[in-house]
């Protein structure tokens, strides 16, 4: 990831929950991003093929309510922060089952940045006065995620 890359990363952070992550928080980061894309395709994969398809919808995936509306609210803050190009690049996934249409590919940096908005917030939830995430707190977060999604 690029200089530029990195300092938005940090500034999505602080915008999302006032946390300050640096450029070694990226590593957790991303693996936390392909790890929940995953499992929301893996979803998806099932869905699709219970009702007979052979491509992956976006209407398959396992939106929540909670992550539309973090969705929605990271629209808001990438039109002040532009992080969806950056985002395109995170958004990869292993060979599956099902194929994804063109538009449910599209739509991954928008739930990646929903994810990763619910992510940032979730640091706030469990430890409020929190200001620097340490393994400890990602580890937290990631295991309520892996609850969840």
Not at 27 to 47: E, G, H, N, P, W
Not at 81 to 100: F, G
Not at 107 to 125: D, N, R, T
Request: proline letters at 5%; one cysteine or more.
């Amino acid at each position: 990831m690029t200089v530029m890359s990195i300092a938005r990363f940090e500034r999505f952070f602080r915008t999302a929950a006032g946390l300050d992550v640096d450029k070694n928080d990226l590593k957790r980061y991303s693996d936390f991003v392909d790890t929940k894309l995953y499992d929301l395709l893996t979803v998806a994969q099932a869905t699709a093929r219970a009702n007979g398809r052979d491509i992956i919808r976006t209407c398959d995936l396992p939106i929540t309510k909670g992550l539309q509306e973090s969705i929605h609210r990271f629209r808001t803050i990438d039109e002040e922060l532009e992080l969806k190009p950056i985002l395109e690049q995170l958004a990869t996934h292993p060979t599956l089952d099902r194929a994804p249409d063109q538009d449910t590919e599209a739509a991954y940096p928008e739930i990646i940045g929903g994810l990763s908005l619910a992510l940032a917030q979730s640091f706030k939830i469990l430890h409020p006065d929190l200001k620097n995430p340490q393994t400890q707190h990602w580890d937290e977060a990631r295991a309520v995620f892996d609850l969840l999604l």
